[in-house]
């Protein structure tokens, strides 16, 4: 089935870009079971840069992965916008995928071979789409890669790549990048430029962004922190800082 909701979610007043509502996952069967996570309910704002953080172990990864589509949950609902994820068969939620999501992953995961205008152009050659040129251009431009098109990923620098990276997701205008770990491989410098990317893609873009981080640095530039502890949601920080992330990850460690 392809079915979706009647109206966009709705959470706070806000229309959200992705939602979930009890989401569980669990991993194996009988004794050796884990369960990820346990009755997760959350609504990502659109227009809005919201972090995941938690524990090892707590169930950010899998959460993020949920919303994205790349994984099915064992019960709960999904949706990306008004469209419920765990309703789509397996073609149609690739193809909104292609269209309507976009990644950037630690490992930039660009392809050696390609210059960083065809890992750029990728998702949409996937999709069959020409894609908007002058959109294409605002992200190149507005991500600094003008004089790197032609270079391959060897021949970029870790920064470098990322943005590539960053781009490529950019490219079919999606309801929402997700991001994880996405300064994971990088240094403190370069990793704060892409931060700063991300942030400019939400205020300037009107991108809507959730990245899973263990870094209260990288969270602090994040509208909202989402906390995860044992596979459920632990708490919530508005106007995030590093040193209130620090903190509520504290008070985690001493429940």
């Known amino acids: 089935m392809t079915q979706t909701t009647t109206t966009t979610p709705v ?10 509502i009890d989401l569980t996952k ?3 069967h009988g004794e050796t079971a884990v369960r ?4 997760v309910s959350v609504g990502i704002e659109a227009g809005r840069f919201t972090a995941i953080m ?4 707590s169930g950010k990864s899998t959460l993020m992965h949920l919303l994205a589509g790349l994984d099915t ?7 990306l916008g008004d469209a419920e994820l765990t309703r789509l068969t397996d073609t149609a939620l690739t193809k909104l995928r292609r269209s309507r999501v976009g990644f950037v992953f630690q490992a930039f995961n660009l392809l050696p071979t390609l210059t960083a205008e065809q890992n750029i152009r990728l998702p949409l050659q996937l999709a069959g789409s020409q894609g908007d040129p002058a959109w294409l251009r605002q992200v190149v431009s507005g991500l600094g890669l003008e004089d790197r098109l032609s270079h391959r990923p060897g021949e970029l620098s870790g920064g470098q790549q990322q943005r590539v990276a960053l781009a490529r997701a950019l490219v079919t205008r999606p309801e929402v990048v997700f991001a994880d770990e996405p300064t994971g491989a990088l240094d403190s410098t370069t990793g704060a430029e892409v931060l700063a990317l991300l942030r400019r893609s939400v205020d300037e873009w009107g991108q809507s962004v959730v990245m899973v ?11 909202r922190v989402l906390m995860l502890s044992d596979g459920q949601v632990a708490g919530e920080i508005l106007e995030p800082t590093a ?4 903190e509520q990850i504290a008070r985690l460690g001493s429940r």
């Open 243 to 246: 040193e209130k992330v620090l």
């Open 54 to 57: 938690g524990p090892s172990g």
């Open 26 to 28: 669990t991993y194996g």
């Open 213 to 223: 981080t263990h870094d209260p640095v990288a969270a602090g530039y994040a509208d």
């Open 73 to 79: 949950p064992t019960s709960g609902r999904v949706f």
């Open 11 to 20: 959470w706070r007043g806000a229309t959200l870009a992705a939602s979930a």
């Open 36 to 39: 990820a996570l346990d009755g």
